[in-house]
């Protein structure tokens, strides 16, 4: 069976999104640092619609798994597997009741990356992930551990990346705290991450009035970004940084944002 990265359909797409649509049990999400609030499931689902729809926008073929019932956050696939041009990495959540997610994703993977894998005790969440150029941030939270980091080094080693692991504090993942937003730029939350990290870049500071602000999905020269953060908007746009914005208001109730719903890949079989 021919897979769905090699379909016509995603021929001539510059970038591939791999993607799952919202669970019905969403409200059943894990939570660390937001607190609980009711959840519109019909609305996260419009929600996510729409940002699939805008990721096509931009030039991305979009794969949309099947929503999975008993797996609560399994749209958010960015935590199960990192793609890199030369392979992808299986990871192993930190949470638990996530560990199950991966099987779909890491299929369609697998038909265009060798899949490498952290094993446990290592654990490893992409959204701890934050790869710009052959520097790879990993996020010292309490979904990726120790192990996970140092496995990831050794498994990316090979192909050139370093591995460097940064402190996070009151935030999920690394990249609730920051994201690259243009070739040398990053923007940050510097109440949430140690930014000595990134001191190689020209950082860009998250409004202090929206602390959630900082995470943005970048498609070439495009930001794929929230629309309720308009004080940070305003800073990127004055910045030069296109931006294209969704509402993701539900997602976000379960702690996700937007890098978290896709897995990003340059297009085309490879290897
Ligand atoms: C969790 O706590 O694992 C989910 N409710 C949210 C995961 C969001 N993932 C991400 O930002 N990479």
Redesign the pocket.
Known sequence: MRSPLQSPAYNGAMWTAITREVSPALAA????FVPRAPIDVGRAQAQHDAYCAVLESLGCGVIRLPAEPALP?SV?V??VALAFDEVAVATR?G?ES?RDEGHAVLEVLGSVRRILRIEAPGTL???DVLRIGKRVFVGISA?SNAAGREQLCVLLAPFGYTVEGVATRDC??L??AVTQVADDVVLVNPAWVDVAAFADYRMLEVDPAEEHAA?AVRIGDVLVYPDCFPRTLERLRAAGIQVATVDVSELQK????V??CSVLLKAGPVG
Not at 29 to 32: A, G, K, Q, V, Y
């Open positions: 999400c894990e939570l660390s956050d958010f960015e935590d959540p949470a996530r969440d992409g959204g979904r999920l993942h990249k609730s995470n379960a702690e996700g944002a890098t978290c």
